[in-house]
């Protein structure tokens, strides 16, 4: 079975662009030109799920001719109960039938049967009676938690083994308190983020895949350049999932360590400052579709021209 992160790797190589857009929809950003169509429904919640789905189709319509990946976070679908989730799962659908690779953002974990029921239900299939099993979210990959410990992981690498699907485990994160724990030193003087991105290294021992990368997965923030260099000595040839870049503060330049020689190796998120560069150009109460997703192109061509430029500097060309 071929295996997701293959495909990551080759659809990285096609457009020359190590980018995934987060779909992360604020209701209250988003162009008005989205909402007039429902603002007289009487279930506001069905109103609102139909809005995200119409935002996020557009923007799915301009990253597939550009870009490999998108990467919905599902807290902003859940906040909106059964309907939002609903419009989570059109969304992936729709990505998935425009060619992307889908990463679920949900940073799910637990213990036991309850970390298996996650696993199966955004990388597996669930039975629905009669021995028949069927997929549910179906992303490609998966952000996961690792504080739990590594009996809590099984469930999800063991559904990547069986289905070709992958996942990113947290490992350095972009925020500015991941210090707190993140960084904290065991009584081997090493910290916390290094022991989990050792087993992230000997955890993927067990794939063999096409372009020798594996679908273990690690997050590692843009914030912290420094870190990420370092744990690409460890993990030599693991996907970085790499969050912070653009509105959280880091630069192109700050990415390159992300990579290795080979171009590949990292993918570099951007949500707002691509889902929202409307706002450079024109104000929501009168921005057009057109005009929004033109804004989205540019806002990805930038971003694209900026992580180029930065990594040709470093001798790293596709």
């Keep these: 079975m071929a295996n997701v992160v293959d495909v990551l790797n080759k659809k990285i190589k096609e457009t020359k662009a190590p980018i995934v857009v987060g779909l992360d929809p604020v209701l209250g950003e988003i162009p008005d030109c989205y909402k007039e169509k429902y603002s007289n429904m009487e279930n506001k919640f069905e109103a609102i799920a139909n809005i995200l789905f119409d ?22 679908y859940e906040m909106y109960g059964s309907w939002g989730m609903i419009a989570f799962e ?10 992307l690779i889908v990463i679920g953002d949900a940073k799910r974990n637990d213990i036991g049967n309850t970390a298996a029921a996650y696993a199966k239900a955004f990388l597996g299939k669930v039975d629905v ?6 997929p549910s979210y179906d992303v490609d990959f998966l952000t996961v938690s690792p504080y739990l ?9 063991s559904e990547c083994e069986k289905n070709g699907k992958g996942v990113f485990i947290l490992v350095k994160t972009s925020n500015p308190k991941s210090g707190d724990i993140q960084d904290k030193v065991d009584e081997n003087g090493n910290k916390i983020y290094e022991n989990i991105a050792t087993y992230i290294e000997k955890e993927s021992e067990k794939f063999e ?5 594996s679908p273990i997965g690690a997050v590692v923030g843009a914030t912290y350049p420094e870190q990420s260099i370092g744990l690409r000595k460890i993990m030599k040839k693991n996907i970085f999932l790499v969050p ?4 959280q503060g880091a630069s192109a330049s700050d990415i390159c360590g992300n990579f290795n020689e080979d171009g590949l190796g990292a993918i570099v998120n951007s949500s707002r ?8 150009v024109c104000d929501k109460a009168v921005c057009t579709k057109e005009q929004y997703m033109e804004s989205v192109e540019k806002a990805i061509d930038s971003m694209k021209t900026e992580i180029l430029n930065a990594l040709a500097q470093k001798g790293i060309n596709y």
């Design 55 to 76: 935002f996020n189709k557009d923007i799915i319509d301009v990253a597939c001719k550009l870009v490999p990946a998108v990467k919905p976070q599902i807290a902003f």
């Design 90 to 99: 059109k969304t992936v659908k729709y990505a998935k039938e425009k060619g």
């Design 129 to 134: 009676g009669s021995g028949v099993e069927v």
């Design 149 to 157: 410990g590594s009996d809590s992981l099984d469930p999800f690498i």
């Design 209 to 213: 895949t096409e372009t020798g990368y």
């Design 244 to 247: 912070g870049y653009g509105a």
């Design 273 to 280: 400052g691509i889902i929202f560069a409307y706002k450079k």
